[in-house]
């Protein structure tokens, strides 16, 4: 099955600087490549996500590339803010079952921004 | 509407006793997922329900059982759990079955003593 390692476990950045979290994943054909900020107490929500077709998408602070050759992609978050200090996880999609999408989870990634 | 809603926010409950999660959604979504979730992980899938038809069952313990009475709404009984159930049990809804982003609600905090 699709296996998802996510680096770094834990970021510290000073408030302003940008923050990279990566990802690497086994299954050549998942194509679809979504991240969820979790913050304390509530569930998942997806902060940005991107397709196979695509090597990089950017929402305001936020940008995610993918490159599916070496299998890996990346979260970038610029002028962080406190307010980003979460736990960020990536996922990939696979299809290894015949009805539903199953994501597959990265290990996820504690960010903490110092103001 | 564009929120899964979960009932209760926390729940207590001993080994013996049986006890239903809740969760709602109102966005058309045709799939339907419970996810439970442990400390500093990540939500490891449970069950799937696509068109009301459980389709992905992660070889979970049958002391969890899951029910999808309509479109909108999907239920998780529990039964005769053991204290390492305790987890944060994460209710989610798609679209569809193909690459569509799933919208999580805010989960239920379960404690089983």
């Known amino acids: 099955g699709e296996n998802v390692e996510q680096h770094p476990s834990t970021l510290s950045v000073q408030e302003g600087d940008s923050a990279v979290i990566k990802c690497t994943y086994s299954d050549s054909a998942s194509n679809y490549f979504p991240w969820y900020k979790q913050e304390l107490g509530k569930g998942p929500q997806l902060i940005i996500d991107?397709?196979?077709?695509?090597g990089e998408k950017k929402d305001q602070r936020i940008a995610v590339t993918l490159n599916k050759t070496a299998k890996h992609f990346s979260l970038h978050i610029t002028e962080t803010q406190p307010e980003d200090s979460a736990v960020y996880f990536c996922?990939?999609?696979?299809?290894?079952?015949?009805?539903?999408?199953?994501?597959?989870f990265g290990a996820g990634t504690i960010l903490r921004v110092k103001s | 509407d564009t929120e899964v809603t979960q009932t209760p926010k926390h729940l207590v409950m001993g080994m013996t006793n049986k006890k239903s999660l809740k969760c709602e959604q109102h966005?058309?979504?045709?799939?339907m997922y419970w996810y439970k979730q442990k400390a500093k992980k990540p939500p490891e899938l449970m069950f799937v329900y696509s068109y009301e038809k459980l389709s992905i069952n992660e070889s979970v313990p049958s002391r969890f059982s899951p029910e999808c009475p309509n479109s909108s709404l999907l239920n998780l009984h529990l039964h005769a759990l053991q204290p390492e159930d305790s987890a944060l049990y994460l209710c989610a809804s798609s679209q569809g079955r193909v690459e569509n982003e799933q919208f999580f609600g805010p989960g239920t905090r379960l404690t089983v003593l």
């Open positions: 966005m058309g979504h045709r799939a």
């Open positions: 996922a990939c999609f696979t299809t290894g079952h015949g009805y539903g999408n199953k994501l597959v």
């Open positions: 991107i397709r196979s077709n695509v």
